[in-house]
């Protein structure tokens, strides 16, 4: 069964990066899309981006130019940089995997809570 | 961007009660798209992708339909582990988005 875990820093400064890790365990990294997704307190999911295990990119433009997605296939990792944060930023982000030619997520980790203060 | 618009946004019903969320989208958009269950504190699942396909493992008495701008999930018999929170979610194009969310309470 695959799993998904997100990890880093519950707290960001205004103007500093937010920087997330997500940890995949019970399958391998390779032959997927890898998303991060958030949720602001009360409103709904925003997908941030995915990363494939090539390496290649996509990002929602609203956020292209602060946001990144890097991946580590030897730590079945993949991670996500949001720079210049602010209180916008707030919110539950969850990493989740994302199947190749159809884009829907079928694993999801618990989210982890980033507040900017 | 696609713009997805759920309703209701919110509903109160019976255990036992067939529960229909309807989510139409700003563009055609074919068979792309994805439901999913969200309950508090736990990560989304996956109900239902390509419309109406069942993800393996979830109960037949969830079910998809439509296509086009116009799209259903069908809860045909709810049951009080149903109580959540329902997204929709389209595949066709960059933005991935999502609806606004559709929270089923009990009555």
């Known amino acids: 069964q695959v799993q998904l875990q997100e990890s880093g820093p519950g707290l960001v400064k205004p103007s500093e990066t937010l920087s997330l890790t997500c940890t995949v365990s019970g399958g391998s990294i390779s032959s997927y899309y890898w998303s991060w997704i958030r949720q602001p307190p009360g409103k709904g999911l925003e997908w941030l981006g995915y990363i494939y295990y090539t390496g290649s990119t996509t990002y929602n433009p609203s956020l292209q130019s602060r946001v990144s997605i890097s991946l580590s296939s030897s730590k079945n990792q993949f991670s996500l940089k949001l720079t210049s944060v602010t209180a916008a930023d707030t919110a539950l982000y969850y990493c989740?995997?994302?199947?190749?030619?159809?884009?829907?997520?079928?694993?999801w980790g618990q989210g982890t809570l980033a507040t900017v203060s | 961007d696609i713009q997805l618009t759920q309703s209701p946004s919110f509903l109160s019903a019976s255990v036992g009660d067939r529960v229909t969320i309807t989510c139409r989208a700003s563009h055609h958009i074919g068979i792309s798209l994805a439901w999913y269950q969200q309950k508090p504190g736990k990560a989304p699942k996956l109900l239902i992708y390509t419309a109406s396909t069942l993800q393996t493992g979830v109960p037949s008495r969830f079910s998809g339909s439509g296509s086009g701008t116009e799209f259903t999930l069908t809860i045909s018999s709810l049951q009080p582990e149903d109580f959540a929170t329902y997204n929709c979610q389209q595949l066709n194009s960059y933005p991935l988005t999502f609806g606004g969310g559709t929270k089923v309470e009990i009555k």
């Open positions: 989740a995997r994302t199947v190749s030619g159809f884009y829907y997520f079928d694993y």
